[in-house]
């Protein structure tokens, strides 16, 4: 049985919801805050659904979901020991009446293992390059939180659609990184 996903913002649930805010959420290092819709390192490594050369941002639609994505691939223990920037960002609707937003949903995928952790197949990356080549703003279920969802957008097919609404300094619980425990005896 497939996992039950978390509701989808309002902003995707159709022509009725028009209007309704669709928000975003990314981690970055301090360093790169400023660039953080630019995609360049999706571009440089590849991701989940591009290949090295194609540009990709990658977000969360809620920030519990954005932390564990960043974790997974930096630690927490880097989370609390280097300085890390939360951004919330605004997607715009393509029109008044439609989000332009490409929402796919588990059982669409051609391969249920590009929902598991692993690297990417090339098929996977493939697939990701042409639904944002097509639509811009792809929203997908996460392969950390499987009940999640994840927004990629291509920089240059959804240029003028995002907006930053804030960046704030990333407090991770200290718990989520817990010293080393004593030896026993």
């Known amino acids: 049985m497939p996992p039950v996903m978390a509701t989808l913002p309002a902003a995707l649930l ?4 028009a209007g309704a805010p669709l928000l975003a959420w990314r981690i970055d290092a301090e360093p790169y805050a400023a660039s953080w819709d630019s995609g360049i390192g999706a571009e440089r490594f590849g991701g989940r659904w591009n290949p090295k050369g194609q540009r990709a941002v990658y977000c969360s639609l809620d920030p519990a979901t954005c932390l564990v994505e960043a974790a997974v691939h930096r630690g927490f223990e880097v989370l609390d020991t280097r300085p890390h920037v939360l951004s919330c960002l605004r997607l715009l609707p393509r029109s008044a009446t439609d989000a332009g937003v490409r929402v796919v949903l588990p059982d669409e995928l051609p391969n249920p293992a590009w929902l598991h952790g692993g690297a990417p197949s090339a098929g996977q990356q493939r697939f990701g390059a042409s639904l944002l080549a097509e639509h811009g703003v792809v929203v997908l279920p996460s392969a950390v939180s ?3 969802w994840n ?3 291509s920089p240059e097919a959804a240029a003028g659609r995002w907006q930053l609404l804030h960046q704030l300094r990333l407090v991770v619980d200290t718990r989520l990184s817990p010293p080393p425990a004593a030896p026993a005896g």
């Open 14 to 17: 159709g022509p009725a919801a």
């Open 146 to 148: 499987k009940c999640s």
């Open 151 to 153: 927004l990629v957008f």
